[in-house]
């Protein structure tokens, strides 16, 4: 009876023991870095299976659950240790400890804002692996603006009314000015490439032409010299010394023909040294009238050589008047001009 009752009071004390083990020991589902693993233990809570696994906490690893949770058979528990990882961000590089895996949530975790043309290496969705480098390369689109001159270009005409070597500014020569836009590529803040997008013209340009005389220098012919001698007779009591065909101008006192100013030194002043008068002055070339000398321009009457020229060479006079406005009206015209000499006829 002893024996049996001995018998019964093991097998009770064992399956005792039994249940306290079973009831201590819990199994659980361990995910460490992402692998899945089913683990026994008596450990009460998280931190002591920790310990009791030899892992030990840094600041930057990660847990689903804290550590002083209660572990319960069935439970999962997701552990991801920290991983040093670089980062270059337009030239700017660091070293970082994080626990996350993909490279937008290792950017996120570090507040890097991309821009809509930034690239990323690896791509966002990637995984990282320790020490790996995560890339961010800044990319940026500018309008950038500069003003240009536009040179002008010089151009040349005949003239047969003007002689050959003579020359005259028909139109100044302007320079243009355009605004161009260009589309500017910055990597990293540094302009690599830059594309011509648009053209704003400011102001025009305007070719320099420059009339060339074509006209060669001819006698007097016989008809010429009798009608000098009418139109002497008709004056009354002159005879020209020769008769010229001449292509004659018109010129002011004025900065469109002068480049000077009322006020201005030698305003109006001759090269003879006389103040410019309408109807009495007119410029020629010395070699062919002297200064001094009186000429009759037929529609005009008579005129004194008074006044020379840049331009007027040869068989060429400039005919003075006080108004710029008969200088335009005057424009270029060709003249019969009898050269008398230094005496007006009375």
Same mark, same amino acid.
């Given at each position: 009876m002893? #024996?049996?009752?001995?018998?019964?009071?093991?097998l009770?004390?064992?399956?005792?023991?039994?249940? %306290?083990?079973?009831?201590?020991?819990?199994?659980?589902? *361990?995910?460490?870095?992402?692998?899945?693993?089913?683990?026994?233990?008596? =450990?009460?809570?998280?931190?002591?299976?920790?310990?009791?696994?030899?892992?030990?906490l840094?600041?930057?690893?990660?847990?689903? %659950?804290?550590?002083?949770?209660?572990?319960?058979?069935?439970?999962?528990?997701?552990?991801?240790?920290?991983?040093? #990882?670089?980062?270059?961000?337009?030239?700017?590089?660091?070293?970082?400890? +994080?626990?996350?895996?993909?490279?937008?949530?290792?950017?996120?975790?570090?507040?890097?804002?991309?821009? /809509?043309l930034?690239?990323?290496?690896?791509?966002?969705?990637?995984?990282?692996?320790?020490?790996?480098?995560?890339?961010?390369?800044?990319?940026?689109? $500018?309008?950038?603006?500069?003003?240009? +001159?536009?040179? *002008?270009?010089?151009?040349?005409?005949?003239?047969?009314?003007?002689?050959?070597?003579?020359?005259?500014?028909?139109?100044?020569g302007?320079? !243009?000015?355009?605004?161009e836009?260009?589309?500017?590529?910055?990597?990293?803040?540094k302009?690599?490439?830059?594309?011509?997008?648009?053209?704003?013209?400011?102001?025009?340009?305007?070719?320099? #032409?420059?009339?060339v005389?074509?006209?060669?220098?001819?006698?007097?012919?016989?008809?010429?010299?009798? &009608?000098?001698? &009418?139109?002497?007779?008709?004056?009354?009591?002159?005879? /020209?010394? $020769?008769?010229?065909?001449?292509?004659?101008?018109?010129?002011? /006192?004025? =900065?469109?023909?002068? !480049?000077?100013?009322?006020?201005? =030194?030698?305003?109006?002043?001759?090269?003879?040294g006389?103040?410019?008068?309408?109807?009495?002055?007119?410029a020629?070339?010395?070699? %062919?009238?002297?200064?001094?000398?009186?000429?009759?321009?037929?529609?005009?009457?008579?005129?004194?050589?008074?006044?020379?020229?840049g331009?007027?060479?040869?068989n060429?006079?400039?005919?003075?008047?006080?108004?710029?406005?008969?200088?335009?009206?005057?424009?270029?015209?060709?003249?019969?001009?009898? %050269?008398?000499?230094?005496?007006? /006829?009375?």
């Amino acid at each position: 009876m002893w #024996i049996l009752l001995t018998a019964v009071a093991i097998l009770v004390l064992l399956s005792l023991a039994l249940l %306290v083990n079973s009831l201590q020991t819990k199994k659980f589902t *361990f995910i460490n870095d992402g692998k899945a693993m089913a683990v026994t233990t008596k =450990a009460k809570t998280l931190g002591e299976f920790l310990v009791e696994k030899g892992i030990k906490l840094e600041n930057f690893d990660e847990l689903n %659950v804290g550590i002083d949770t209660i572990l319960t058979d069935g439970m999962q528990v997701s552990y991801i240790p920290g991983r040093k #990882i670089n980062i270059n961000i337009a030239g700017h590089k660091k070293q970082v400890m +994080t626990a996350k895996r993909q490279v937008k949530d290792i950017l996120a975790e570090e507040h890097v804002v991309l821009g /809509p043309l930034d690239k990323v290496k690896p791509a966002l969705n990637q995984p990282v692996q320790e020490n790996q480098t995560v890339t961010v390369t800044r990319i940026t689109k $500018k309008l950038v603006s500069n003003e240009k +001159t536009v040179a *002008f270009s010089t151009k040349e005409r005949e003239d047969r009314t003007m002689l050959q070597g003579q020359q005259k500014v028909i139109q100044q020569g302007q320079e !243009g000015k355009v605004l161009e836009r260009y589309e500017v590529v910055y990597i990293n803040g540094k302009p690599t490439s830059k594309k011509l997008v648009e053209t704003e013209k400011l102001q025009d340009w305007k070719d320099h #032409i420059v009339a060339v005389g074509t006209a060669r220098m001819t006698a007097v012919s016989r008809s010429e010299s009798d &009608r000098a001698s &009418r139109v002497s007779e008709l004056g009354g009591d002159f005879t /020209p010394r $020769k008769t010229l065909q001449v292509r004659m101008t018109a010129y002011s /006192p004025h =900065a469109s023909s002068t !480049g000077k100013n009322p006020g201005d =030194a030698d305003y109006a002043i001759t090269a003879s040294g006389t103040t410019a008068k309408e109807g009495r002055t007119i410029a020629v070339d010395p070699s %062919v009238v002297p200064l001094g000398w009186w000429v009759y321009i037929e529609g005009y009457g008579f005129r004194k050589a008074e006044d020379t020229g840049g331009a007027i060479k040869g068989n060429r006079m400039d005919l003075y008047f006080a108004s710029e406005d008969e200088v335009q009206n005057f424009g270029v015209q060709r003249k019969t001009v009898h %050269v008398i000499g230094p005496n007006k /006829p009375n």
